[in-house]
DNA sequence: GCCGTTTTCGGCCCGACTGTTTTCAGTCG
């Protein structure tokens, strides 16, 4: 049993104790201990072979971690087992309707013997939920509201989606004449994969008037709640909306608060309350007094805390770092210098070899590698080994014109479904850098697609391995596949993995990327452009990047090719 | 259920908004 699935069953163990009203401290420790699990670099199954402690993970206690070792090597967990006999998995159903918590969800089951989503609508139709205790007509066209919107199965839109929201909205909102200041914040300033809700916080003398703006932007079907200070509207596309408008002198406090995460926040409001101070999101107060508040900096230096990037505000290492006065410098945009995984219309890709040339070299990049399909990827026309050779040769000639940049001989080979390479060694011989990716077969059992990895990273012209999980954000799970086993091999053989900068992939995610920086294994940020515009996307590899908390010196392709060879420790330089 | 330089009990972040209330509980972020 994996991390994953562990912290699956601790996630759906506090559901039903919430939903049961238990010491709601005790469900948020089991939340706690799943994502502490789910983040944690390591398998717990390796830790119990290397017989380390569990509670060394953050959130995990005596006996949590007892639990967890039975769960995980017996795959039965008996609380769970207990549970889930007092409440059917259809019954917390209820919890996914927006505006339904633990108290009413648990007040239907009881009063009403509501057992699933369609027993539900029936009763809320018979305007049977208005007579209950607590309940009203308005309760009821609510829960009708929320049924409706879940059957609708909103997703978290891709970073790249909620950023072309955000500009729009904010170019909109500072046409206002009263707005002094204007900032995105949450998961979306967080630069998280992907982003549920958007969040605007405003500074305004005047906040009647920029929601009276915001209630008339075009796109908005339904405002769902509207305050003295804040204001949430449903988009015509699905996102919800929320503004808040708060005086100068809260910008920080409230900007801080509303970029989150709630994790971080707690962590922070502890610290405060250590101190004898309160923090909310109009600032640092001892006793009723303000004392700071204007910017985030002012508020964190109150804790004598630096600023941390919103990236990092995930209250995974942020504050242990910060202790040790060892915030890592995250990575630029403007520091990558090559770009080396991308397709041209040989294969599959939209532009000629020369366009994506011209569009790197637009771009301020020093070098690019041509990795096009190889021929196994039938569909997007892949490259046999003679036609890769007469791409290079052409690749040789236009060096040859190039000054200060270098296109790089390149391959995505494919990884077969029984494993090898879909190129011979004498023709990956010939390359200046080899990306080997797992295309078909992505069904295939944990132990084979891991095998077949491990096999192409102990190739030695492979040089890293590309879209390490498969993933597709919102359309394709990741494979099943042992990351850590994977990154022990690209530790021992020298390789690197690379960060697949498309919106729609950004693997290995954050997480992984971090596990990777543990365990020495370089990372390669590339975009996989398929025609000259997608070569921006590398924004969305970096943001992913700084979450994991890397730098320069953790990124390959922010250095000069020459060294990038020389990190790669084989043949020599071209 | 976790945690500890206010340690083995008694805390556990904080506030806005809504609806059903007539002072507050529930939900959300």
Same mark, same amino acid.
């Given at each position: 049993?994996?991390?994953? +699935? ?32 789910? =983040?944690? @670099? ?11 402690? #569990? ?18 090597? &017996?795959?039965?967990?008996?609380? #769970?087992?207990?549970?889930?006999? *007092?409440? @059917? ?27 699933? $989503? ?18 009203? =007509? ?147 107060? =001892? ?17 004598? #805390? ?6 990092? !505000? ?18 630029? %945009?403007? +520091? ?25 070299? /637009?771009?301020? $990049?020093?070098?690019?590698?041509? &990795? ?16 890769? !050779?007469?791409?290079?040769? *052409? ?40 990306? /080997? ?10 132990? *084979? ?49 690379? $960060?697949?900068?498309? %919106? ?39 943001? +992913? ?21 020389? #990190? ?7």
């Amino acid at each position: 049993m994996n991390n994953v +699935q562990i912290a699956a069953c601790l996630e759906e163990t506090a559901d039903i104790l919430e939903f049961q009203a238990a010491n709601p401290f005790r469900v948020r420790a089991y939340r706690n201990a799943a994502r502490a699990i789910t =983040e944690w @670099p390591e398998s717990i199954a390796s830790m119990l072979a290397a017989e380390k402690p #569990l509670t060394e993970i953050a959130g995990v206690g005596a006996d949590l971690a007892e639990k967890i070792a039975a769960l995980s090597m &017996t795959g039965v967990f008996p609380l #769970l087992e207990e549970l889930r006999g *007092q409440v @059917p998995q259809s019954v917390l159903a209820l919890l996914r309707v927006q505006g339904l918590g633990p108290k009413k969800a648990a007040a239907l089951h009881k009063e009403l013997k509501i057992a699933s $989503l369609d027993e539900l609508r029936e009763a809320c139709e018979a305007h049977r939920v208005r007579e209950l205790k607590g309940f009203g =007509e308005k309760t009821e066209q609510a829960i009708l509201a929320g049924l409706a919107l879940a059957s609708t199965a909103h997703e978290r839109m891709l970073w790249a989606e909620a950023d072309e929201w955000v500009q729009q909205l904010l170019a909109y909102l500072r046409t206002a004449p009263h707005v002094e200041q204007l900032q995105a914040a949450g998961s979306y300033r967080r630069g998280r994969d992907t982003v549920g809700d958007l969040d605007f916080l405003a500074v305004s003398s005047q906040p009647k008037e920029v929601m009276g703006l915001l209630a008339e932007f075009p796109e908005i079907s339904e405002v769902i709640a509207r305050g003295p200070t804040k204001m949430s509207v449903r988009l015509a596309k699905g996102p919800q909306l929320d503004l808040r408008v708060v005086p100068a002198e809260a910008f920080g406090a409230a900007l801080l608060y509303f970029t989150g995460s709630k994790d971080h926040n707690v962590v922070l409001r502890g610290r405060a309350k250590d101190r004898g101070l309160k923090i909310n999101e109009y600032g640092v107060f =001892e006793g009723d007094r303000y004392i700071a508040g204007l910017t985030e900096e002012d508020v964190y230096a109150t804790l004598d #805390l630096p600023w941390f990037p919103p990236e990092l !505000r995930e209250a995974r290492h942020e504050f242990e770092w910060a202790d040790a006065g060892a915030l890592p410098e995250l990575i630029e %945009p403007e +520091q990558i210098q090559g770009d080396l995984h991308m397709h041209t219309t040989e294969s599959d890709g939209q532009a000629s070899l020369e366009e994506m040339v011209a569009g790197a070299q /637009a771009r301020g $990049l020093k070098y690019i590698a041509i &990795t096009d399909h190889s021929k196994r990827v039938s569909m997007a026309n892949g490259l046999d080994g003679r036609r890769l !050779r007469k791409q290079w040769a *052409q690749i040789d000639r236009l060096n040859e014109k190039l000054k200060g940049f270098t296109v790089l001989k390149g391959v995505e080979v494919d990884i077969l479904e029984k494993g090898g390479l879909d190129l011979t060694d004498d023709v990956l011989a010939e390359a200046d850098w080899v990306v /080997a990716s797992v295309h078909y077969g992505q069904n295939q059992p944990r132990e *084979q697609i891991t095998k077949r990895i491990l096999e192409a990273l102990a190739n030695p012209y492979v040089s890293a391995i590309a879209h390490p999980t498969g993933r597709l954000l919102n359309r394709r799970n990741p494979y099943d596949v042992d990351l850590e086993a994977v990154l022990k091999a690209a530790h021992e053989h020298g390789k690197f993995m690379e $960060l697949n900068a498309n %919106p729609s992939r950004l693997d290995l995610d954050d997480l992984a990327c971090a596990a990777a920086k543990l365990q020495g294994v370089p990372i390669v940020i590339s975009t996989d452009a398929h025609n000259v515009d997608s070569l921006n996307h590398i924004r969305y590899g970096v943001l +992913q990047a700084r979450r994991a908390g890397l730098g320069k010196a953790d990124v390959v392709n922010t250095h000069a090719w020459k060294q990038v060879q020389k #990190l790669l420790g084989k043949r020599s330089a071209k």
